[in-house]
């Protein structure tokens, strides 16, 4: 049979040659990961079943990425204090606390765990930021815990969208862009419904692997129950530098291997995109909303909080100053994304700029950090845009790129970033 | 917990009256809204989930929904959601959905509280507000009052044994227990 890259991962974890679409399969997972607020109910219920330690503990991953912050209000700090506690008493080692955790999508690849070939169950869908390393998230929600009893679980093999990628992206545009173009199309269909999307073609390469990863995390906003790219020397240099001998395989799809749809997407005819709320497919050319006054804007998120995401930022804010009336917030995705930033010298610039710079985690993606109060309009990196989602429902969440967020910060509205960046170098370049 | 009283046996064979929902439905801000349900992760209580079902897309649903109605829905029914959703659906009286689309984790999140969930191209239109339909989940054979025949795919006998549990966690107890099948 003819496969594709989701169907060669999910084949090997279910030790059969080849697996058709649509089939029932059980898997032993290569790993499962989990956020905090899942990982203490979880051991909450591992007390109620009798189990008293997680039967696979290496093979199991708990990132504090939602509450790392303890605030005022609320019972996650002694919750994570409890779940401390039990990874302290039972020898778990992938407890990934406060100090030393950042978005679980980012430790995934940071610490190695994530690398070509693999299958990793996870709590959350945007966890397809891995498969830019060409692993493959399974998103199982609730049943995060059945891996903390034992190590398999059944799988439904998607069917694949092939996504070729093209051209060379103009000044001042992002990958975020392709992914409000792609949700311009698909959000409002079906299309990519319970599939996975694999990403190939000529420019893949171009996009960093920082890009690449949020690119992937944003296909769950055009439906997608997952998304995987092909593997290149960008990645194998990364993958070798942290898998510590950990092995791995790489995976390309077969000539002739089934696609529900294969696409070209041409990086160079894109422009920015800001996403209207409350739905993902409402996506307008940033000069439509040209002058809508922003109280908020936000850099961070899963799909934008990487180095690069950063230094995007850093490329408008460079000579601009934050806007009287408009509070920014940055979030670093991870602390190694932390400590770069320092010695780029971006926290210094961001903090000389305006901007605040929060500790890594998902932070105002939800309004754990950073609420939205009636009548505040924020322009966004992060992922949900829907009433109530990060605070008051009376308020609006823009998404777009970091570009477009820091120039909107420095004009107090929604602006087009290009102007801002005339001269500057494009960070997609560099590799 | 007291979302332990949700843990009855789904059945793998339903009958009920439908209520009709049209496309988009979110589990995030449809099925249940996430603003309502402070603070994340935070257990509640089924009766309390009831009564947010729907809540703001028919405001009297929890008074006049009957324990074992089918919801039929459009596309992307579900999306994206938080346990929740599927919860106060099982919490209102839900006894399946059939959608003409959703994303798999809805549909795991949804088994795992012991609600089945499939997805059937064309559904919306064979049936209406109202109607009887009858699902048949280890088939995958749906019959509307009218005697329309329509077919999704069955469930596995894993998320069978699931649904039969009662859901995830009595599912593992059973699975500890050295009692399940699958």
């Known amino acids: ?431 | 917990m007291p979302a332990s009283s949700l843990h009855t046996a789904g059945s793998a064979v339903v009958r009920g009256r439908v209520w009709k929902f049209g496309d988009w439905i979110s589990g995030d801000d449809g099925i249940v809204r996430f603003s309502d349900l402070r603070n994340f992760g935070d257990d509640h209580d089924p009766a309390e989930l009831a009564r947010h079902c729907f809540a703001h897309l028919v405001p009297d649903f929890a008074s006049r929904v009957t324990p074992g109605d089918i919801v039929v829905a459009g596309r992307g029914f579900g999306v994206p959601s938080h346990p929740p959703a599927p919860m106060a659906l099982r919490a209102a009286g839900i006894a399946a959905a059939v959608v003409e689309s959703t994303d798999s984790a809805f549909i795991r999140r949804s088994l795992n509280a012991a609600l089945p969930v499939v997805t059937c191209p064309g559904i919306t239109a064979a049936v209406a507000d109202g109607d009887e339909l009858e699902v048949d989940l280890t088939t995958g054979r749906m019959v509307t009052g009218s005697g329309t025949v329509l077919t999704t795919k069955p469930f596995s006998p894993a998320m069978l044994e699931v649904l039969d549990s009662g859901g995830l966690v009595p599912y593992l107890e059973r699975y500890l227990a050295g009692e399940a099948r699958a």
């Open chain 1, 1 to 431: 049979m003819r496969q594709t890259i989701a169907q060669k991962i999910i084949a090997r974890a279910a030790g059969a040659e080849s697996v058709a679409v649509g089939d029932y399969v059980t898997v032993t997972p290569d790993y499962t990961v989990m956020q905090d607020i899942y990982f203490w109910k979880n051991i909450k219920l591992l007390e109620r079943l009798g189990v008293s330690e997680i039967a696979y503990p290496d093979k199991v991953i708990a990132v504090l990425d939602h509450t790392p912050q303890a605030t005022l209000g609320t019972g996650y700090a002694a919750r994570n204090r409890e779940s401390r506690e039990f990874a302290r008493r039972t020898g778990f080692k992938n407890f990934f606390d406060a100090g030393r955790s950042g978005l679980r999508h980012l430790i995934m690849v940071e610490h190695g765990f994530a690398r070509p070939g693999l299958l990793v169950f996870s709590d959350e869908p945007n966890i397809a930021s891995i498969g830019a390393v060409g692993a493959l998230n399974i998103p199982i929600s609730t049943e995060v815990l059945v891996s903390m009893v034992r190590d398999s679980n059944w799988v439904r093999v998607p069917a694949s969208v092939r996504f070729e990628l093209t051209g060379t992206l103009p000044r001042g545009v992002w990958a975020r862009d392709l992914v409000q173009a792609i949700c311009r199309e698909y959000a409002g269909s079906d299309g990519l419904m319970q599939r996975c999307v694999e990403f190939g073609g000529p420019s893949l390469s171009r996009l960093s692997l920082d890009s690449r990863q949020g690119l992937l995390a944003g296909m769950y906003h055009a439906g997608a129950d997952t998304a995987v790219a092909e593997v290149d020397d960008v990645v194998l240099g990364y993958v070798q530098d942290r898998a510590d001998g950990r092995p791995y395989t790489v995976f390309t799809p077969d000539d002739g291997a089934e696609y529900d749809d294969v696409r070209t997407w041409d990086l160079s005819t894109l422009e920015p995109l800001v996403t209207v709320p409350p739905r993902h497919d409402g996506v307008v050319p940033v000069s439509q909303l040209d002058g809508r006054e922003i109280t908020q804007a936000t850099v961070g998120s899963c799909a934008s909080n990487r180095m690069d995401d950063l230094r995007a930022a850093a490329q408008v804010l460079r000579d601009h100053d934050v806007a009287p009336g408009v509070t920014m917030y940055i979030t670093p995705g991870s602390p190694e994304v932390y400590a770069q930033a320092a010695r780029e010298g971006l926290i210094e610039l961001f903090t000389a700029r305006g901007a605040t710079v929060l500790s890594p985690g998902c932070t105002t993606c939800w309004g754990y950090l950073g609420a939205l109060s009636d009548g505040d309009v924020a322009i966004s990196t992060n992922q949900e845009n829907y009433p109530g989602r990060a605070g008051s429902r009376n308020a609006d969440i823009y998404l777009a790129s970091p570009y477009v967020v820091a120039a909107s910060a420095v004009a107090g509205q929604i602006t087009d970033p290009r102007p801002m960046l005339a001269g500057e170098g494009v960070a997609h370049a560099r590799q």
